[in-house]
């Protein structure tokens, strides 16, 4: 199957800053990509889709300023966690579509805001 | 509304034994199907996928999974569980025409394996 990359795995950060994350399809070009949220022992959370050259759409309840999405290649999606707080401390992962609608997830960013 | 529906939350079979994990899922137009399986703090690989056609599916793994559309269901099943097999299991589906091809995920069934 095709692979997704995401960097960094696990990241600690101070409450207040910022966090970037990339997702990046290796093998594939991904004009959609899609970034959830994973909290302990639940399901996929859908945040945001993000499709290369446009803005992204976010789902109901989360905040595009806080979660700001850059989809700038076929391959490469960014998620920025801005000013970051302990509620944001979780499991986020990107996933990206082919062209024949299978879906494939990277491995995950661990966030810890402290 | 659209719903998936992973019924088990949390099921436990001997090594060797045969597995069934069930979804169910309300969509309003055609659907397609995944299975995806979670490790403790990985990603999720993809296991199996139904599009149209063959209504049984051959995954990796030794998994398959059946489409059932008069009950709306797509069981996974497996014949010999081994201890690796462990883990968390996602149901998916999406629809064609969809808001850009985002998948509807079931709540996840935990599988454990009993030596």
């Known amino acids: 199957g095709a692979v997704v990359s995401q960097h960094p795995s696990r990241v600690i950060c101070k409450s207040g800053t910022s966090v970037k994350i990339e997702c990046r399809s290796l093998?594939?070009?991904?004009?959609?990509m899609f970034w959830y949220r994973q909290f302990p022992k639940q399901s996929l959370m859908l945040m945001a889709t993000s499709n290369e050259g446009s803005k992204a759409t976010y789902e109901q309840g989360v905040e595009k300023d806080k979660f700001l999405i850059n989809h700038a290649s076929l391959t490469l999606s960014t998620l920025t966690v801005t000013s970051a707080h302990p509620e944001d401390s979780s499991f986020y992962i990107c996933?990206?579509?082919?062209?024949?609608?299978?879906?494939?997830f990277g491995p995950g960013t661990r966030l810890t805001v402290t | 509304a659209q719903s998936v529906t992973q019924p088990d939350i949390h099921i436990t079979v001997s090594e060797g034994a045969s597995l069934e994990l069930r979804c169910n899922y309300s969509?309003?137009?055609?659907?397609?199907l995944f299975w995806y399986v979670q490790s403790p703090g990985q990603g999720l690989q993809l296991l199996l996928k139904?599009?149209?056609?063959?209504?049984l599916v051959q995954g990796i793994k030794g998994f398959e999974a059946e489409f059932k559309r008069s009950q709306s269901s797509f069981n996974l099943r497996k014949p010999s569980v081994h201890w690796s097999d462990a883990a968390e299991y996602f149901c998916a589906v999406g629809h064609y025409g969809g808001s850009q091809g985002n998948l509807i995920f079931g709540k996840g069934t935990k599988l454990s394996v009993k030596p």
């Open positions: 969509y309003g137009a055609t659907p397609y």
């Open positions: 093998d594939f070009q991904a004009t959609t």
């Open positions: 139904y599009f149209s056609g063959d209504t």
């Open positions: 996933s990206a579509k082919t062209a024949t609608y299978e879906q494939y």
